[in-house]
């Protein structure tokens, strides 16, 4: 992909995969002002930070909930948190669809940071829990001795502890969401809207498959973030998982 972005049309078919003769670094000139980089790319990050939001706040309350404190009902909601998992974006795309024009919520961001919240939640849910269900009741049982109520407990105590798991969490939520297609393309009808990756095919139809060099640069230049968020984030992963080795 990196070689082709630097290849000028003529060369990208007569030399698809060895080095390029000349570096041709407009493409990346022509890319940011044919593709619209910097609309979808906003747009891209409003919808990954937003889910990343709301769904490490949620889950991760919510995960504190069912894993340290005993209520009614509390094997029902976790088995009912499970199913988030086994049931893919495609199979709900019309009824969702149904609902987001029922809301009011279409041609708004809020039309894919719900949904993409609802299906993240699961598996930081599950995660969390089995991560909290490894701590001692001794930090909850101290925080309470010295005055703190849940919510201190849980934002001062146990918030910093499963931090490599939060991070964990974000990174991946954030490699699903950017690169997610079937339904922003199906919801974000609107090109204000559009992610990078549903702006990305439409730029991709109008190129058409004459000019790979224009092709390589955009896919670069849409890939970059998550590349870079994955280096930042990789040792955090490690992290958790060892941390979650360690305690068991």
């Avoid at 009912?80 to 029922?102: A, T």
């Avoid at 499963?162 to 393309?185: G, K």
């Avoid at 199906?186 to 000019?211: C, H, N």
């Avoid at 973030?225 to 080795?245: C, F, H, R, S």
Wanted: a neutral charge; proline letters at 4%; hydrophobic letters at 50%.
């Amino acid at each position: 992909m990196i070689t082709i972005s630097l290849k000028s049309k003529s060369e990208a078919y007569n030399n698809p995969f060895g080095i390029p003769h000349a570096w041709d670094w407009l493409n990346f000139r022509e890319s940011l002002s044919k593709y619209h980089f910097f609309t979808y790319f906003e747009n891209s990050l409003i919808y990954t930070v937003g889910t990343i939001v709301i769904t490490l706040i949620a889950g991760s309350m919510l995960a504190y909930c069912l894993s340290r404190m005993n209520w009614k009902f509390s094997g029902v909601t976790l088995f009912y948190v499970s199913l988030g998992l086994i049931v893919p974006i495609e199979v709900v795309v019309i009824p969702l669809f149904q609902l987001v024009k029922l809301l009011h919520l279409k041609d708004s961001y809020f039309a894919l940071i719900l949904p993409y919240s609802g299906f993240s939640i699961a598996s930081c849910v599950l995660m969390l829990y089995a991560f909290l269900r490894t701590l001692p009741k001794e930090l909850e049982e101290a925080s309470c001795i010295d005055g703190a109520n849940v919510y201190q407990t849980f934002f001062s105590i146990i918030f910093p502890i499963v931090m490599p798991a939060l991070v964990t969490q974000c990174v991946l939520i954030f490699m699903r969401i950017w690169n997610e297609f079937p339904l922003s393309f199906i919801i974000a009808s609107k090109d204000q809207f559009r992610p990078l990756t549903v702006g990305l095919f439409s730029f991709f139809v109008s190129v058409g498959v004459s000019d790979w060099g224009l092709i390589g640069a955009s896919m670069i230049l849409s890939s970059l973030p998550t590349i870079i968020v994955y280096m930042i984030g990789n040792e955090k992963i490690e992290d958790a998982l060892t941390a979650g080795a360690i305690l068991k």
